[in-house]
Every structure is written in structure tokens, then in C-alpha cells.
């Protein structure tokens, strides 16, 4: 209703809404197919609303803050910014993933010891973005955190409680 609406008010092409043909990601290890999308729909949509994993937040929709980080094909990306069907056939991770066993993994346990979860909202993104850093760099300093976190906005802890998770789960790993 609302999308005929738009399209026909805004004289948008007449196939930005109409449904595409069903595709398949790798989502969290598992090939899902996606049915009943449309071209313009985001990543973060199709994860959100058609996969039910409500982990990535809508925050922005433009890449602006991080909320919605996800690792598709293993390079973190606004899931906001990424047409769904651009993501077919690729590997995405989101931060329910990130722990093949589906528990809280270290990163998570180490931001909340740390203090480091408030009201919630960037932690997703942050996580995956400390996943990813550590993943690469194990012995990160501190300037290399700070740069692979700069592209995830918290609006209430003043990131010191971040930093210090993410050095807790550096220590953790390191002693064993």
C-alpha cells in the first residue's frame, strides 16, 4: 500500500518496487533464501524483518553510526548501505553469529564486566567491529582500536568504558 503509494506519488522507476526473484546468502554459516524482497530493500531490512535477527540496529541509514555492523564476506559493512540483493550469494555475519555455539561470547562478556553496555543500541556494531579488529590484530594498541571503532557513535558511555572492555578481552585471551 505504502510502497505503490510512494511509487506513484514520487515517479519512482516503476521497477524499484516490484518483488525480485528469491536469492540465497550464507547467513551465520547457514544458505538462507530470501523470497518476496524487492530491489530496494537494505541488508539491514532483509536481516531485521525477513531473517528475524534483530541484532543490527536501524539507527542512521547512512552508514553514519555503526549500529547496523555486519561482516559480509568477511569486511565489516553498514548493513544500512548494502542492497540485499548485491549481498546474494556472499557470507554474512551478524552479531548472532559471531558465536557459532549462539552463547555470549568473550567480546560480549568482557562489555558487560567493563560497564561498557548502556542502552544497548551501538553495542551490536561495536562488537562486530571488536570481532573483527581481534580477529585480525589480536595485540591491537590502543590508536588501532580507537581507529577500527571510529566508525560506531555511542551516545552514552564516553567510549573510556569500550576502550577497556576491549583491552579486558585482549588481556583475557592473552592469559589463556
Known amino acids: ?8 506519488e514520487a515517479g519512482a522507476g516503476a521497477g524499484a518496487f516490484e518483488p525480485v526473484d528469491p536469492y540465497s546468502i550464507i547467513l551465520n554459516g547457514t544458505e538462507r533464501v530470501v523470497e518476496g524482497s524487492w530491489i530496494g ?4 531490512y532483509v536481516l531485521r524483518e525477513r531473517m528475524g535477527l534483530p541484532g543490527s540496529k536501524n539507527a542512521c541509514e547512512q552508514g553514519e553510526c555503526g549500529s547496523c555492523s555486519v ?3 568477511g569486511e565489516v559493512v553498514c548493513a544500512c548501505c548494502v542492497l540485499a540483493v548485491d549481498a546474494a550469494d556472499s557470507e554474512v555475519t551478524t552479531v ?5 555455539s549462539g552463547l555470549v561470547d568473550d567480546i560480549q562478556s568482557c562489555f558487560v564486566e567493563a560497564g561498557a553496555v548502556q ?3 551501538c553495542t551490536p ?4 567491529a571488536v570481532h ?5 590484530r589480536p595485540d591491537a594498541g590502543s590508536l588501532e582500536v580507537r581507529e577500527a571503532l ?8 564516553g567510549y573510556g568504558r569500550i576502550l577497556e572492555a576491549v583491552r579486558l578481552v585482549q588481556e583475557k585471551r592473552e592469559d589463556g
Open 41 to 44: 530493500e537494505s541488508l539491514l
Open 132 to 136: 573483527d579488529l581481534l580477529g585480525r
Open 71 to 73: 561482516m559480509l564476506d
Open 96 to 100: 548472532e553469529g559471531l558465536n557459532a
Open 150 to 157: 571510529s566508525g560506531n557513535l555511542c551516545r552514552c558511555t
Open 1 to 8: 500500500m505504502l510502497r505503490e503509494a510512494v511509487s506513484s
Open 119 to 121: 542502552c544497548g543500541f
Open 125 to 128: 556494531g561495536l562488537v562486530v
